[in-house]
């Protein structure tokens, strides 16, 4: 769950049960909540079908958003797809500007392909956004 507060003229996101930013947990593992990406130009995607079931640009064809380096994602859930370099991990999440659509791992920072405590999605998981 996901609320949102006004203060001033910023929008604070918080993200129940999720840890912003890419955070260390206690144990030190690397805990789910929002990520930033490594670099500029970074493509939020959509699709039909066909993107559910295996996500990345040749399936995903529409591009959403371009995510500026920094910016945060909000993951929901993630799955193989399209390899990007080495990574074939895709995180479904929440974007900037009520966007929601497909994300290529790889441009995330953090160490890993896939991302931590994130369920694989399912069709019950891949919902546009309530506006």
């Known amino acids: 769950?996901?609320?949102a507060l006004l203060v001033g003229s910023v929008a604070i996101v918080l993200s129940a049960?999720?840890?912003t930013a890419c955070d260390r947990g206690a144990d030190g593992e690397f805990?789910?909540?929002s990520y930033r990406t490594r670099e500029g130009g970074v493509s939020v995607r959509t699709g039909d079908e066909r993107c559910a079931a295996n996500p990345g640009p040749a399936a995903c064809s529409t591009v959403l958003y371009s995510?500026?380096?920094g910016q945060r994602i909000y993951p929901i859930c993630q799955r193989r797809g399209e390899a990007v370099a080495t990574n074939s991990w895709w995180i479904?999440?929440?974007a900037p500007r009520g966007h929601r659509g497909w994300v290529a791992s790889w441009y995330l920072d953090h160490p890993t392909n896939r991302l931590p405590g994130l369920p694989t999605c399912t069709a019950a998981l891949i919902t546009p956004p309530r506006r």
């Open 1 to 3: 769950m996901r609320a």
């Open 92 to 94: 479904y999440a929440d």
């Open 17 to 19: 049960g999720l840890t």
């Open 67 to 69: 995510l500026r380096e």
């Open 31 to 33: 805990v789910p909540g």
